[in-house]
């Protein structure tokens, strides 16, 4: 089983629009969460860290649920600027290193 | 934006030739990251390092080797390309663990 599993989308949703999406990770002791966006062909950059309570960012809320071991990602008012494949990533308890999601891709059209 | 730098950016080289990948981070991080990633695919780590001569494999069995010799400059080598190396190469640091800067990556070919 993977450690980080994501639904890879697309999602194509309008301009304007509302999207959401989750991914769910195996380590139940994991303790840092994060999604990054990676625009096509370019290296990842941090998005936003995901905390305990929820946290929004402008148009971005991202919400953790321990119970289920999932992360959430929505994204508000989508611009066409939002298209890309965000990931989510997952810290190794006692470690250094991040686990890694193979994205979801969001394509937003005009 | 981040100061981590990779070269090439672009490298198109025969089978069995040797190449040395660069990274180099402004930054001052203890911990430097190799990742391997295929279009549409999660990320792999294939080495790490968090100081000058500590190196160790990450999780996806890699033909490459590394070496820290400096805190700035964390090059990956191949000794003997091979069409399966075809890949795109991403380098990583990070003062804490968790908040990874990435480089531009190399797009590595092997014909």
């Known amino acids: 089983r993977k450690e980080v599993e994501q639904d890879p989308g697309p999602f194509n949703v309008p301009e304007g629009a509302t999207v959401a999406f989750n991914c769910t990770y195996s380590n139940s002791a994991s303790q840092s969460f994060f999604w990054y966006r990676q625009d096509c062909r370019k290296e990842p950059k941090l998005l936003m860290s995901?905390?305990?309570s929820g946290n929004e960012d402008g148009r971005f809320t991202a919400q953790l649920n321990r119970a289920s071991q999932y992360i959430s990602l929505l994204i508000r008012d989508s611009k066409l600027s939002d298209s890309a494949t965000y990931l989510c990533?997952?810290?190794?308890?006692?470690?250094?290193?991040?686990?890694f999601g193979a994205g979801t891709t969001v394509t937003v059209r005009a | 934006e981040a100061d981590i730098y990779q070269t090439p950016r672009y490298l198109v080289i025969g089978t069995g030739k040797k190449i040395t990948l660069e990274c180099s981070q402004t930054m001052g991080h203890d911990k430097m990251y190799w990742y391997q990633q295929d279009p549409g695919m999660e990320l792999h780590l294939i080495h790490y390092s968090y100081g000058v001569n500590s190196t160790e494999k990450g999780d996806l069995s890699s033909e490459s080797t590394v070496s820290r010799i400096r805190t700035e400059h964390f090059p990956l080598t191949l000794e003997s390309a091979r069409p399966s190396h075809t890949s795109q190469y991403l380098c990583a640091s990070s003062e804490s663990g968790n908040e990874q800067y990435f480089g531009p990556g190399t797009r590595l070919t092997v014909t």
């Open positions: 990533v997952v810290n190794r308890l006692n470690d250094y290193k991040l686990s």
């Open positions: 995901v905390y305990s």
